[in-house]
C-alpha cells in the first residue's frame, strides 16, 4: 500500500524553473505544498576568498563578474565601499553617469525579467516581445560602455568613460522609443486575463513578513513596504532626484499592495519605466567636469588605495534588490583585507520560503521565477550523470576537455 | 512627525548605554555625493560578546531596523563578526547603516545568535559558521548552507590560519575530498565536527 502523504517533492538542482542550479525541497498533499526548503552552494565559486588575495583594482573585474545580469551594480557598489574604506570622494559628473548606467541595467534587467515571467506563464508572445524591446536599451549600454555586459565602467573616484554630445542625443533617441510604448507594455501585464489569474493570490509574501523577513527590492515593494536604497540612503546622484522621484510601489500605480507575484508584476514594470524617466532626468541635469577624482591608475593603487586604512560598507539598488558590500582594507597592503558580497537572492531566501506556503504544484516555476531569483549571485560545474544529483570537480572537467580535443583532432 | 536621529546621535547612544562593554569606540563616516551634497552616514559599533545580544536588541529602539547581512573576518587571535543593518529604511532619505559586531578568540569560537531578535539572519548565520569556523550559539538551522563536500569539514574557507583552506586549494587537482570517481553531493549536515568548532589554542597549536 502506497505511503500516506504528505510526500517530498524535490525541484531542481537543474532548471528548477530558472536555468540556474538551486534545489528546492518541498513536502506536498495533493496538490498543495506545506513544507519548503531551499538548498543553494551547487555553483558556489569563492569569490570572497578570490578578492582577498587581490588588489582593489583587481577585484573592480571580479566584482562583476558576480553576476551576468546585474554586473554594473556590483561593480557600482563595489566602488563604493572602497571609496568609503579609503575616503575617496566621487566627481560629481561621474555620480551622475554612475547612476545612468544602473538604471539602464534596471531598465535591461526588468525587460529580461518580464519575459522569464511571461515564458513561466506559458505565454511565449510576451517573452518575445520584451526581449526583442531589450535589444533597445542594450544598444545604449554598448554606446556608454562599448559593451552589453560586464561593462568595465566604474571606477575609485568616478567612471571609465565620457558621453559624448552625440552619443547623448542616440540616448535620448532610444530612451524615447520606450516612452512610446509604455501604454501597450502596461496594457500587456496588468490587463491581460491570463496573467492575472495566474498571479493574482498567488506566492503571496505578507507585509508583516516582508517587514519580519527583512525582504529586499521589488518583492518587498510589491508587499507595500517603500524599502528602495536610492531612496532610503540617497547615495551619488541620487541625493539629487529626491524630490522629483519616489519609490514606485503598487499604490503609486493605482493597485493595492497584496504582496501576490501580481503585485511584484506591477511594481517592477512601473519602475520601468520611471528608469526610463530617471535617466532622461539625469542626462538633462548631468553637470560638467572632470569624470573621475583620480584618473591615473599607479597613483591610485599606490598612494590612496595601498595607503589606506579602515573599512566602509556601501549598499545600492540593484534591479533584484539590496545589493551590498563590506571592505576593510589595511596599510601597506595591497590585497584587500576582508571582503563581503550580499546579493538580492540570498536576502529575499527567507521570505521566499513562506510565499510557497500552501500554494499549488503548478505555481511553483512562477513563484520561484517572481522574486526574479539570481542564483548565480548568489553562489559562486554541475551536472547530472544517470539521474543523481553529483558535482563535476577539475579532475573529471580537465578529463572531458582532453577527451574533446583528441576527438576534434581524429 | 516621526524624529529621525543622526548617526552621530545613535552613536552616542551606543556609547552611553554600552560602556565598559565596548570593543572600541562606536563611530561615524558621513558621505556627501551629488550636486547637492545630500549627506547619509554610517555607524559602526563593536561590543563585546556578552553584550552583543543586548546591543542588537537595542537597535530595535530605532525605527525600522533592517538586518542585511553578517559579515566576517579572522582578525589573527580573534574572529570577529560584524552585522549589517539599516535603521529608518523606507524614510525617504533618513536610513543610517548601523554595523554592530562582536570578536571571539579562536580558543573559544563561539558567538551568540540573533535570530530570537531578527528572524532573517538564519542563512547568514550558517554561512559564517562554515566559512569563519564560529559557532553561533542558538542558530535555527544548524547545516551548511553553500559548502559542498568538496570543502571537507574542518577547513573554514576565510580563516587565515592552519583551518583555512590553502593545502585544499594547493591540491585540488588531487580531489581532496576523496570522492573517488570525481562526484559529490551537497554536504546537508553540520559544519562542524562532533566536537564542535576547531580550538586554536594559544600559542599556536591546534
Redesign the interface.
Known sequence: MAEAPPYPLNIGPIHPALKEPTQFKFVIDGEHIRETDFQPGFNHRGVEYLGMKRNPLQVLHLAERVCGICSAAHQYVFCRAVEHAADIVPTERGDYLRAIVAELERIHSHLLWAGVAGHELGFDSILHYTWKVREDVQDILEILCGNRVNYAYYIFGGVRRDISKEDIAKCRKILSNYRKIEDTVLSIFFSDPTIIHRTKDVGVLTHENAVKLCACGPLTRGAGVKKDIRFDWPHGAYGDMMDDFKVVTPETMGYHATGDVFSQIVVRIGELFESVRMTEWLLDNMPSGPITSEPNLSALLMAKLRMAEGEGVARVEAPRGEDIHYVRLKKNKMEIDSWKIRVPTYGNIMSWLTMFKDQQIADIPIIIASIDPCIGCMDRVTLVRDGSQAEVDWKVLHDMSIEKSRRLMR | MMKYKSGDEIAASFRNRFKGHLIEDPYV?T?R??????A?S?V?VRVKRERFQDAARHLKTFDGP????????DLGDEIEV?F?F?V??????????V?IGTRCPKDDPHIPSLSDI???V???EREKQEFLGVAIDGIKDNR?????H?VPVGVY??RKDEFG?EKLVRQ??K?P?G?GD?????A?HSPFPPGGPPVKRKGGDA
Open positions: 563616516k558621505f555625493n551629488g550636486v547637492k551634497k545630500t547619509y554610517q559602526f533592517h538586518h542585511t547581512v553578517a559579515s566576517g573576518s560584524l549589517h539599516e529608518y529604511s523606507a524614510s525617504h532619505g533618513h536610513g543610517v547603516v554595523t531578527y528572524p532573517s538564519t542563512p547568514t551548511r548552507l553553500f559548502l559542498t568538496a574557507p576565510w583552506p585540488v587537482h580531489d575530498s570522492g570525481g562526484t559529490r553531493v551537497i546537508d
